[in-house]
């Protein structure tokens, strides 16, 4: 790990999905897992709070500025200049609220009475993949471990990771090359496909479950076609959509895709040599033994 990297200490907001007993326990273990191996240090924030996603800005949107600008201050007040959310669905939250109250005077005024305290201008909030790219590429080379052989996996990004483009600013919108960049790094080979933006219906999960059904199919189709065996994701929703509604998709369209749903962290972390169980990946709906049985041990 490089000196620069061993001293950087980055304030980690877990949100609700990712933390412990969560329904995505396992991304938010895994990249804790990773980040202790190659850093950067992650510090959780203290007294953080729920975002508001995914509902709280579509009924209330002082609210929902407040709830994710006070997590940006807390950052603040603990002296970090960057913030780590890992979850999509947050990261974009913060970083829209922090766009909005910086454009809205009125509207800070009144978020800042709500949260009793100034509102940050100056921490940086980051998706994970900005992290690992930014932070941990050298280190991924130099901590290394283990090595996937004829792994072929579907970077999937959805849409939160790069919409909206202007505000967010994170690689291409249309053809992001993050998340390949990492897979190609532990030396997986990522496919060239059509779907890796497509929106898995998240917003639509409990209330039009045959919409999410049918975005979801295509994307599990468009994978398989591409001639991947594996599809890696770096958003909670995503992964639940993508991973557990197979056996509905199986029932709907006559085909069973048996393909493993892996956060870009549990591929990181294999890697390195973490133990699966120690990463997560038995949490899964879809067995992920097809992915982890590529992983050998690099000869010296």
Known sequence: MSEETKKTKIGYYPGCAITKCSTSEEYGTSVLGVSRVIGPELVEIDDWNCCGASSAHATNHKLSTALSVRNISLAEKDGYDEVLAPCPMCSQRLIVSQDDVENDEKLREEVEDAIEMPISRNVKVSNYLEIVKNYSMDEIAEKQKKKPEGLKIASYYGCLLVRPPKILKFDDPENPK???????AIGAEAVDWEFKTNCCGGG??????DIVIKLTHDILEGAIDAGANAIAVACPMCHANLDMRQQAIEKEYGRKFNLPIVYISELIGLAL??????????????????VIDTFSDIEK
């Open 178 to 184: 993050t998340m390949d960049d990492i897979v190609k």
């Open 273 to 290: 040599g973490l133990k699966p169980k120690d990463l997560g990946m038995d949490k899964h709906f879809i067995d992920t033994d097809s």
């Open 204 to 209: 639509f999960t409990l209330s039009k479950p």
